[in-house]
């Protein structure tokens, strides 16, 4: 303010030393900050720069698991998407639509073979909005929000859109937050 107010730019180095050594004195008589004081006073918490520096974030790639078997081809017919999920008992799978994804519930695949479209594929007879994807080192509270009304997210690779590597459930985000606050500091 001193330099704006003077309009005398060659002071900086005088003011930049008097500003250090004003700080110095300050924080050795209070090292609370006063506006630090003044929140805590009235109940709230605000964490300075060095706490949130020294928390760690957890990622999605700290809560996701493998594919594996639950994930169809939505060119595949629906007989051969019943036949791939038979093999499991997840409630839910990811189906791929031409590097898109959506979701799709084992009742929902059983009741489209008993409707007699089984030699169809599973994209012309079932159409779901496309769901939203993460990346593994975004935030585990990023995917959450994603993560809205749909049951999965698939985890898909930062530099190939159609690799997944894995995907990501509320039981997976809980379970991911439940280790973290269990493990040894």
């Known amino acids: 303010m001193v330099l704006d107010l003077s309009g005398n730019y060659s002071i900086i180095l ?7 050594i004003a700080y110095l004195i300050s924080h050795n008589y209070q090292p609370v900050a006063l506006f630090d004081m ?3 006073e009235d109940g709230v918490h605000l964490p300075s720069m060095e706490e949130e520096r020294e928390q760690t974030t957890l990622r999605v790639e700290d809560a996701m698991r493998p594919a594996g078997e639950c994930v169809l081809n939505g060119e595949n017919s629906v007989n051969v998407a019943l036949d791939q999920a038979k093999w499991t008992t997840d409630p839910f799978f990811l189906v791929r ?3 898109q994804w959506t979701v799709i519930r084992a009742e929902t695949l059983k009741n489209l073979a008993k409707e007699g479209v089984g030699s169809l594929p599973l994209e012309e007879v079932y159409t779901n909005p496309r769901m939203p994807v993460v990346h593994p080192d975004q935030p585990l509270d990023l995917a959450l929000q994603r993560m809205g009304d749909w049951p999965l997210l698939p985890v898909v690779s930062r530099a190939d859109f159609r690799k997944l590597e ?4 509320i039981d997976d985000v809980l379970r991911g937050y439940k280790d973290y606050n269990n493990s040894p500091a």
């Open 14 to 20: 005088p003011v930049m030393i008097s500003n250090t």
């Open 38 to 40: 003044l929140t805590r």
């Open 97 to 99: 639509y031409q590097g």
């Open 166 to 169: 894995g995907m990501l459930s």
